[in-house]
Antibody
Framework: EVQLVESGGDLVQPGRSLRLSCAAS????????MHWVRQAPGKGLEWVSG????????GYADSVKGRFTISRDNAKNSLYLQMNSLRVEDTALYYC??????????????WGKGTTVTVSS | QSALTQPASVSGSPGQSITISCTGT?????????VSWYQQHPGKAPKLMIY???ERPSGVSDRFSGSKSGNTASLTISGLQAEDEADYYC??????????FGGGTKLTVL
């Protein structure tokens, strides 16, 4: 069974940093692209970032470009999101998600349960 | 990267059909076949319902169908059932090599 388990969410002050992790299992991790998608409380889904199977191509939403960095460790079956200069508007449930194939222009077919990030003073 | 435009809410009675529209631009929906739809029940993670405009994953009921015309994609649910009540989101790949979601549509089964 494909499983994605996010961790690292926390309450942090504006301007601080946080690193999210996603542990993947049940599939050949290095065959697939991965995404981070967030959902602010009571709001819709917002795509944050995507990374190809070999980290060769990476994309970011304008709202996080220059502040967030996505990365993956295929040897550890893990996806990461380094979040710097956090803002109140980054408060959300962050989902780790698997793409259907190795490039992140393919649709998301599996979602984790999410980890909560709260940015507040 | 403006969000795709969806109606905030739609409703229908059991057994009826409803259609949710999703309007973008030639830089996203109109330019690619990479349009997908997700269902989200309260407190749950989204679930893939339609991919590549009109393809249905295995295990998803054939009551769900997707289509596209120009810059607008649509999700149709036929034979509405109580368990279809949820939020629905469209998404599309864009010419900026990013993904964009719609604002979401709340489906109420009357």
């Amino acid at each position: 069974e494909v499983q994605l388990v996010e961790s690292g969410g926390d309450l942090v002050q504006p301007g601080r940093s946080l690193r999210l992790s996603c542990a993947a299992s049940g599939f050949t991790f290095d065959d697939y692209a991965m995404h981070w998608v967030r959902q602010a409380p009571g709001k819709g889904l917002e795509w944050v970032s995507g990374i190809n199977w070999n980290s060769g191509t990476i994309g970011y939403a304008d709202s996080v470009k220059g502040r967030f960095t996505i990365s993956r460790d295929n040897a550890k079956n893990s996806l990461y999101l380094q979040m710097n200069s956090l803002r109140v508007e980054d408060t959300a449930l962050y989902y780790c998600a698997k793409a259907a194939k190795g490039y992140y222009y393919f649709y998301i077919d599996v979602w984790g349960k999410g980890t909560t990030v709260t940015v507040s003073s | 990267q403006s969000a795709l435009t969806q109606p905030a809410s739609v409703s229908g009675s059991p057994g009826q059909s409803i259609t949710i529209s999703c309007t973008g631009t030639s830089s996203d929906i109109g330019g690619y076949k990479y349009v997908s739809w997700y269902q989200q029940h309260p407190g749950k993670a989204p679930k893939l319902m339609i991919y590549d405009v009109s393809e249905r994953p295995s295990g998803v009921s054939d009551r769900f169908s997707g289509s596209k015309s120009g810059n607008t994609a649509s999700l149709t649910i036929s034979g509405l059932q109580a368990e279809d009540e949820a939020d629905y989101y469209c998404s599309s790949f864009t010419s900026s090599s990013t993904w964009v979601f719609g604002g979401g549509t709340k489906l109420t089964v009357l």
